[in-house]
């Protein structure tokens, strides 16, 4: 059972999470209707049904919109919320008049966001509030002033960050008494410079690698949950290939898959599974039958040996390791 300790912690030991950036219509501020309500219901539900219990969100997502449809369907479906875990993401201000799309990670911005989430979301408190890319102008010690007053107030649980490096995350961690516990980047067989960067120490290709180097051993060493948005590769390897690489992984995977009575979706998430840093996958798909799609890596360890692990790694980046 999942006690209050280890929502706090995060993402226990969730294999899966559900994205729902494609929730709420369309990307503009117009309003959202009984059909999209009806959307996210369907979406949710699925999501449910593979026993996915994490939700992620940002307040960005569809212009707030995603946030506020999941709170429509809280509020129709009691005890919802006491068998989910929420986490939200804040500190991107999209561009508005004469305003330029920024970072805002400014201690007092922080807490309006999270205030205007917990009103979207319907609930009274936040699992885990991700800060959603790093502010430059950003004073660490502000921020950690701002998360420790939320947390004092038992408005959020637990912290973590998204598409930050290691050094970045020491910096915010050492002013934090609160341990930050989850990661949010970019990964997927697609998106392979997180595990390129391991392998291309000493050779000619590494100055190619933007990477940041030793962000996922950071992470593994101080118990920070690696999530994966992009987890899918935007269907890359399940029905949009453009490439020769492309399309022999896509045929790979389907070969697996086959054999080990599963789907494709599900080989390119047990791929990002099996990896040591125990790596959580969010689905961002709004489609029921692309969520039931990613079950058994809902519910089965994966069921890649070393040698197909590698297959699939070197079928996508299309040559052969150095």
């Known amino acids: 059972m999942t006690t209050e300790n280890d929502m706090a912690r995060g993402t226990g030991e969730e294999r899966l999470l559900y994205g729902c ?23 949710i539900q699925a999501a449910l049904d593979i026993g996915i219990r994490g939700f992620d969100h940002a307040d960005i997502y569809r212009h707030g919109k995603s946030e506020a449809v999941f709170g429509e ?11 989910i875990r929420i986490q939200t993401k804040c500190g991107i201000r999209p561009a508005e ?9 400014r201690g007092e911005s922080i807490r309006r966001q999270v205030e205007a989430s917990l009103e979207r979301l319907r609930t ?7 800060l959603h890319r790093p502010d430059p102008l950003a004073d660490p010690e502000d921020i950690a002033r701002a998360l420790r007053s939320l947390h004092r107030q038992k408005l959020v649980r637990g912290f973590g960050v998204s598409n930050m490096s290691a050094a970045q995350i020491s910096l ?14 970019d990964l997927s067989l697609a998106r392979r410079d997180w595990l390129e960067a391991g392998v291309l120490v000493n050779t000619a290709e590494a100055a190619a690698v933007g ?4 962000t996922l051993e950071h992470c593994r060493a101080h118990g920070i949950r690696l999530q994966a948005w992009g987890a899918l590769a935007r269907g890359r ?45 969010v689905v961002g798909s709004a489609r029921p039958d692309r969520i039931r ?13 070393h040698e197909e692990w590698y297959r699939l790694w070197i079928s996508a980046r299309g040559a052969a390791l150095p």
């Not at 009274?124 to 991700?130: F, P, Q, S």
């Not at 915010?172 to 980047?185: E, K, M, Y």
């Open 21 to 43: 950036m494609g929730l709420g219509g369309a990307w503009d501020t117009t309003p959202y209707g009984a059909a999209e309500i009806d959307q996210a219901e369907a979406a």
């Open 124 to 130: 009274d408190v936040i699992d885990v509030l991700l």
């Open 172 to 185: 915010l961690q050492a002013r934090l008494d609160v341990p930050l516990v989850a990661n949010q980047l």
């Open 211 to 214: 990477f940041p180097e030793g």
């Open 73 to 83: 369907v809280l509020a129709r479906t009691p005890g919802l919320r006491e068998r």
């Open 237 to 281: 390897f399940t029905g949009l290939q453009t490439t020769p690489e492309e399309r022999a992984t896509a045929a790979y995977a389907a070969e697996l898959a086959e054999a080990k009575g599963t789907t494709p979706e599900t080989i390119l998430l047990w791929w990002l599974q099996r990896h040591p840093a125990r790596i959580a996958p």
């Open 293 to 305: 799609a990613c079950a058994d890596a809902a519910r089965r360890e994966p069921a890649l040996t």
């Open 97 to 105: 008049g004469d305003r330029p799309g920024m970072y805002d990670l």
